[in-house]
C-alpha cells in the first residue's frame, strides 16, 4: 500500500537532515577521535531524548517493547556505528557508500526471511538499480588496498541497519521518544566502550565548529532523524523505509558541494538520476503484479515463512505501559 502524504514527508525530512550528518561527522572528526564523537553523539541525545521523557511524563517500555529498545540500541547505534567507524578508518568514504547501499537489499532478504513481508521482485529491482547508481556515483573514489577487514566491518554495519529495520517492525510498539531515548543511551555506552578499549582520548571540544557538529548531530541528526524513522517505519514497510539509505549519499554529496567546496560531478549527475529511479520503482511505483505463493520459488521451497506484509497504516502490536 502507497504511503500517505506525512509519511512521505517525514521520509524525505530523514533524508535531507541525514544527508547533512556525514558532513557534520567530518568536521567532528577535525577534532574528536570517532568513538569518542560518537559516544557524545548519542550520549547527549539520550540526555535531551530522556528529558522529553521526563516533562511529558512517558512511560518506559517494559517486557517484549523494552527487549526490543535494547536490541535497537546494540544494533541500529552499537554495533552499526562502531563497526562503520572502525571501518573507515583504513577504507575510504567512497567505498563505505558503495557497501551500505546494500541496506535495502538486506532489509528486503532480512524481511522476507523472517516472515515480515512477502517478496517482490520489483522491490528487489529497485534496490539493485539504485545500487548501481551509488556504484556510479562512488567508483572513481572507491581506491584500492583497502584491508578486508575494513570492509568486513562495513558490511557487518550493513547488515545490522538492515537488521535492525526488521527488529524495530517486529517489537511491540511504544513511545519514540522512550524507544530512541533507551536505544541511544545504550549505543552510546556501546560507543564508550569502544572509545575506552581504543584508547582513544576523551577530550571536550574547544573549536565552535565542533561544537556545531556535535550540535547538529546530536539534536537535527539523531534526536530529529530517528524519531522521524520511527514514524515512518511504523507506517510503512521495513524494506521501503531502508530506502534512506541510497537517498542520503545524494544529499551529502551536494551539501559538501556547497560547505566544503567539492566539486559536482557528471557521475554524480548520472548516478543520481539512476538512484532516484531505483527507489522510485523499489519504494513508490504501484505494485505490477500481486505476488502469488508459486512466484516465490526458492524461498519457498527452503521452507521459510513469507508472510503478506500488513496494511501500511496499520498499527503494530502494543504493549502494556508502553504510552
Do not use: D
Not at 525530512?13 to 567530518?26: C, M, P
Not at 528529558?51 to 517484549?64: D, E, F, K, N, Q
Not at 564508550?192 to 541528526?221: F, K, Q
Amino acid at each position: 500500500m502507497a504511503p500517505n502524504r506525512l509519511t512521505v514527508l517525514a521520509f524525505v525530512g530523514i533524508v535531507v537532515f541525514g544527508g547533512f550528518n556525514g558532513l557534520a561527522i567530518r568536521f567532528s572528526n577535525g577534532e574528536l577521535a570517532p568513538f569518542w564523537g560518537g559516544t557524545l553523539r548519542f550520549g547527549i541525545a539520550a540526555a535531551v531524548l530522556f528529558g522529553i521523557v521526563g516533562l511529558r511524563h512517558v512511560l518506559l517500555p517494559r517486557g517484549a517493547a523494552l527487549m526490543g529498545s535494547v536490541l535497537y540500541g546494540l544494533l541500529g547505534f552499537g554495533a552499526t556505528f562502531g563497526l562503520v567507524y572502525w571501518g573507515l578508518l583504513q577504507a575510504p568514504a567512497g567505498l563505505g557508500q558503495v557497501i551500505l547501499a546494500l541496506v535495502p537489499l538486506l532489509t528486503l532478504l532480512f524481511a522476507v526471511v523472517q516472515g515480515l513481508e512477502r517478496y517482490r521482485w520489483q522491490s528487489l529491482a529497485g534496490a539493485l538499480l539504485a545500487l548501481l547508481g551509488i556504484v556510479t556515483i562512488f567508483a572513481e573514489r572507491l581506491g584500492s588496498g583497502v584491508p578486508i577487514a575494513s570492509m568486513l566491518a562495513i558490511v557487518g554495519a550493513a547488515a545490522c541497519m538492515a537488521e535492525t529495520n526488521v527488529v524495530v517492525k517486529r517489537f511491540p510498539k511504544c513511545h519514540p521518544a522512550a524507544n530512541n531515548a533507551i536505544a541511544m543511551g545504550v549505543g552510546a555506552a556501546v560507543l564508550m566502550t569502544l572509545s575506552l578499549i581504543a584508547g582513544e582520548a576523551r577530550a571536550i571540544p574547544t573549536a565552535v565548529v565542533t561544537w556545531t557538529a556535535v550540535g547538529y548531530l546530536s539534536l537535527v541528526g539523531s534526536v530529529g532523524v530517528f524519531s522521524l524513522f520511527l514514524y515512518v517505519i511504523s507506517r510503512w514497510t521495513a524494506s521501503a523505509t531502508s530506502y534512506v539509505m541510497l537517498l542520503m549519499p545524494l544529499v551529502a554529496v551536494a551539501a559538501s558541494a556547497v560547505l566544503a567546496h567539492e566539486s559536482i560531478t557528471p557521475a554524480f549527475l548520472l548516478g543520481g538520476a539512476i538512484v532516484l529511479g531505483g527507489v522510485y520503482v523499489g519504494a513508490f511505483a504501484p505494485a505490477a503484479v500481486r505476488a502469488r505463493p508459486e512466484a516465490l520459488g526458492p524461498l519457498a521451497a527452503a521452507g521459510y515463512r513469507v508472510a503478506t506484509a500488513p496494511p501500511s497504516g496499520a498499527p503494530g502490536p502494543a504493549t502494556p505501559g508502553c504510552a
